[in-house]
Nanobody, 124 residues
Framework: QVQLVESGGGLVQAGGSLRLSCTLSGRTFRTYAMGWFRQAPGKEREFVVAISGSGGTTYYADSVKDRFTISRDNSKNTMYLQINSLKPEDTAVYYC?????????????????WGQGTHVTVSS
């Protein structure tokens, strides 16, 4: 059974930082590219960032590349998203996703697995 579990969300003040985590079970982690998406209230889900199975390739949405950093630890089957200088507009449910193809993640197309999401709320 494949499972993606996010953690690390919460309420934070603007300017603060958070680190989100996502753990994949039921599949060989290093063979999957991983990604983060977010859905703000009243908006569609949007791509944030993706990382290849080896960690050597990353794709960032232009809106976050200066403040967000994706990483992964294949020995722990876990991916991370470090978010700095949080803004109220970062408030959203953050979802992790897994697919063998990083291009599928970057295009939000035909993605194999999704997590349930973790809430991030940034107060001004």
């Amino acid at each position: 059974q494949v499972q993606l579990v996010e953690s690390g969300g919460g309420l934070v003040q603007a300017g603060g930082s958070l680190r989100l985590s996502c753990t994949l079970s039921g599949r060989t982690f290093r063979t999957y590219a991983m990604g983060w998406f977010r859905q703000a209230p009243g908006k569609e889900r949007e791509f944030v960032v993706a990382i290849s199975g080896s960690g050597g390739t990353t794709y960032y949405a232009d809106s976050v590349k200066d403040r967000f950093t994706i990483s992964r630890d294949n020995s722990k089957n876990t991916m991370y998203l470090q978010i700095n200088s949080l803004k109220p507009e970062d408030t959203a449910v953050y979802y992790c996703a897994a697919d063998p193809d990083i291009v599928s993640l970057s295009k939000t197309s035909g993605i194999d697995y999704w997590g349930q999401g973790t809430h991030v709320t940034v107060s001004s």
